[in-house]
């Protein structure tokens, strides 16, 4: 009795803590909300002097479009900051060049999370700043080989005489769970697929990679570490060969070995580069410098344009799910398919642009989506923009627009299928003690396959299933692409391409940005003038901060308690989130050095 006792009081203690920290949520929210309230009438403006200097800081990431700086738990006095996406500072490099006021361009280097696609569009913006005649100049403490890449074409490279530089070369490693799954907890995954080089199942049933996945993985590689290795030869004026050699004999981990073999032009500490910046900008020594972030400065400068012809640029970014998706971090094919009807319904919309980064997901939400797209395209035009990736499901719903822009390193293409279900029977008898007993009135009335493994001809069914949703994708990629059915088959069978390898086998257009794929969308809608309207709209700070406090204060706690087994704990979620639903996704959660 006293064990029920101490139970209830329990959950009654836990039911009185959450009203009360229900309670001091809502005065903590409302607190804040006030104090937005009082600063809503002052908009950001940012004051830009003369002989002023862009400051492009990274470390934090870049996201795909505008939006607002995370909840600072810290500082909840500080409200979330407007932060721009890689458009508006894509934009904000091209105004730079011809603003009398900027001098040059200064890149805080750290470690950069973004991948190759992102950089090279950077690159390419900053290479063309260049032309100008203004100074880019590059200084970090401690940086990895995508901000060293990035940072190359910089007119001068410095770093910490005592920093650190990984550059250890193109590469990637898969992590495997079959032992942990069979040895360990008596697990297994019944898996169904098409697709040799679908390989997201692997680290299921493997302990290693299958030669098919290590094939299409070197050759993936390969394509990015030819951009790689030759944009860094050309930039610091160094052969191909020797760069490569460098990498191989890790001289360029340190900052004195970085500077004898060429990769940077000196070793400096942070006072001596803004000595070094004020001299480029007539700056006394004694007088502050004039410094600009850079998202303040593409706030700041954005175009205002009041024309009547309108683009919609939608961005479809994070795992494709069904229904309506969870707090921006997954593309929900129930609300994306809302934006793109709507769009579709809205006369004021002559045209319509996907910006695309997902691996893929849901087969079925991918459909629902891809069929609004189809419906879009025949009333006005459908461009595609491809970022750091866009496959499997992410390339299901881009195959039928009228022209797919991608980057030289996006990574595309996955056309393939898979079904995953863990059979736990064993783990749940053996390791916890739990049984399971049914009665049935048809031979299938109870489902298999989490608590029972499949019957035979319960896996032919599924894998049938599979194999009529693989048919129907690949026949969606001839029709939208023109392409014989013979020739996707080629190139499909799960396998992911770069950018340029995509071009090659007719799975994407032409190399681009989303400036590019705008272009070529109000060409196709013949104006000749067009204002920009962003979708999914963009959260308010007060909206802003309620995400936060949800979802990323969850995943900020996860991440604080596993520390470097977090990612291992993403890829399982990612998993689990897939049961037994058929899936378009990437191979793997591919992190490339």
């Known amino acids: 009795m006293n064990f029920f006792k101490q139970v209830f009081a329990t959950i009654v203690g836990l039911f009185i803590f959450q009203i009360i920290a229900g309670i001091i949520a809502v005065i903590f929210?409302?607190?804040?909300?006030?104090?937005?309230?009082?600063?809503?009438?002052?908009?950001?403006?940012?004051?830009?002097?003369?002989?002023?200097?862009?400051?492009?800081?990274?470390?934090?990431?870049?996201?795909?479009?505008?939006?607002?700086?995370?909840?600072?738990?810290?500082?909840?006095?500080?409200?979330?900051?407007?932060?721009?996406?890689?458009?508006?500072?894509?934009?904000?490099?091209?105004?730079?060049?011809?603003?009398?006021?900027?001098?040059?361009?200064?890149?805080?280097?750290?470690?950069?999370?973004?991948?190759?696609?992102?950089?090279?569009?950077l690159r390419k913006k900053l290479l063309d700043f260049k032309e100008s005649g203004k100074f880019i100049v590059a200084y970090g403490e401690m940086l990895d080989q995508k901000t060293y890449y990035l940072s190359t074409v910089a007119n001068e490279l410095y770093v910490n005489p005592e920093g650190y530089m990984e550059i250890r070369g193109i590469g990637t490693r898969l992590t495997f769970f079959k032992k942990l799954l069979e040895e360990k907890l008596n697990a297994?995954?019944?898996?169904?697929?098409?697709?040799?080089?679908?390989?997201?199942?692997?680290?299921?049933?493997?302990?290693?990679?299958?030669?098919?996945?290590?094939?299409?993985?070197?050759?993936?590689?390969?394509?990015?570490?030819?951009?790689?290795?030759?944009?860094?030869?050309?930039?610091?004026?160094?052969?191909?060969?020797?760069?490569?050699?460098?990498?191989?004999n890790l001289q360029g981990l340190d900052p004195d070995s970085s500077l004898h073999y060429g990769l940077i032009d000196g070793t400096k500490y942070y006072d001596e580069i803004l000595t070094n910046l004020k001299e480029k900008t007539?700056?006394?020594?004694?007088?502050?410098?004039?410094?600009?972030?850079?998202?303040?400065?593409?706030?700041?400068?954005?175009?205002?344009?009041?024309?009547?012809?309108?683009?919609?640029?939608?961005?479809a970014e994070g795992d494709i799910v069904d229904g309506k998706g969870e707090d921006g971090s997954s593309i929900g094919g129930e609300s994306f398919s809302k934006i793109i009807r709507e769009l579709r319904q809205d006369e004021d919309i002559d045209a319509i642009v996907l910006r695309v980064n997902s691996p893929g997901g849901s087969a079925l939400a991918s459909e629902v989506m891809w069929r609004e797209i189809t419906l879009a395209k025949q009333d006005k035009p459908v461009v595609v923009s491809m970022g750091d990736v866009a496959a499997?499901?992410?390339?299901?719903?881009?195959?039928?627009?009228?022209?797919?822009?991608?980057?030289?390193?996006?990574?595309?293409?996955?056309?393939?299928?898979?079904?995953?279900?863990?059979?736990?029977?064993?783990?749940?008898?053996?390791?916890?003690?739990?049984?399971?007993?049914?009665?049935?009135?048809?031979?299938?009335?109870?489902?298999?396959?989490?608590?029972?493994?499949?019957?035979?001809?319960?896996?032919?069914?599924?894998?049938?299933?599979?194999?009529?949703?693989?048919?129907?994708?690949?026949?969606?990629?001839?029709?939208?692409?023109?392409?014989?059915?013979?020739?996707?088959?080629?190139?499909?069978?799960?396998?992911?391409?770069?950018?340029?390898?995509?071009?090659?086998?007719?799975?994407?257009?032409?190399?681009?940005?989303?400036?590019?794929?705008?272009?070529?969308?109000s060409s196709l809608a013949e104006l000749s003038d067009y204002r920009i309207k962003e979708y999914p709209k963009q959260k308010s700070p007060i909206e802003a901060i309620l995400e936060d406090l949800g979802v990323e204060a969850k995943n900020n706690k996860i991440k604080e308690s596993m520390g470097v087994l977090y990612p291992y704990y993403q890829e399982l979620q990612r998993i689990n989130n897939m049961q037994g639903k058929v899936q378009m996704a990437m191979p793997y959660t591919l992190e490339i050095n």
């Open 392 to 521: 499997s499901g992410g390339y299901y719903i881009s195959c039928n627009a009228n022209r797919i822009f991608v980057e030289e390193n996006t990574i595309t293409g996955s056309i393939g299928v898979f079904g995953l279900v863990p059979n736990l029977q064993d783990f749940l008898n053996n390791k916890l003690g739990v049984t399971f007993d049914e009665v049935t009135l048809n031979d299938h009335a109870v489902s298999n396959g989490v608590t029972k493994e499949f019957t035979p001809f319960e896996a032919e069914v599924m894998q049938k299933n599979v194999d009529n949703i693989y048919t129907t994708f690949t026949s969606r990629v001839a029709e939208g692409r023109g392409l014989p059915i013979e020739k996707v088959l080629a190139v499909a069978s799960g396998r992911v391409w770069t950018g340029e390898q995509a071009i090659e086998r007719g799975l994407a257009d032409e190399l681009g940005g989303l400036d590019e794929a705008v272009k070529y969308a």
């Open 188 to 248: 297994k995954v019944q898996v169904f697929k098409v697709g040799d080089f679908k390989s997201a199942v692997e680290p299921f049933i493997n302990e290693k990679m299958s030669d098919a996945n290590r094939e299409q993985l070197e050759y993936l590689l390969g394509g990015i570490k030819h951009d790689f290795v030759n944009n860094i030869a050309i930039a610091r004026n160094l052969t191909p060969e020797k760069v490569d050699a460098i990498i191989n």
């Open 282 to 315: 007539g700056i006394k020594d004694e007088d502050d410098l004039n410094v600009v972030d850079m998202s303040a400065y593409a706030i700041s400068t954005a175009k205002t344009n009041k024309s009547s012809n309108q683009i919609a640029v939608v961005y």
């Open 29 to 121: 929210i409302g607190a804040m909300i006030a104090s937005f309230g009082s600063k809503a009438d002052s908009s950001v403006q940012v004051d830009i002097k003369d002989n002023s200097i862009i400051q492009l800081d990274l470390s934090e990431g870049l996201s795909e479009k505008d939006g607002f700086s995370s909840f600072n738990y810290t500082s909840p006095q500080e409200m979330p900051k407007e932060s721009a996406g890689l458009q508006s500072v894509l934009e904000a490099i091209e105004f730079a060049k011809t603003d009398d006021r900027i001098k040059g361009i200064y890149i805080k280097m750290s470690m950069l999370p973004e991948g190759y696609a992102t950089i090279d569009a």
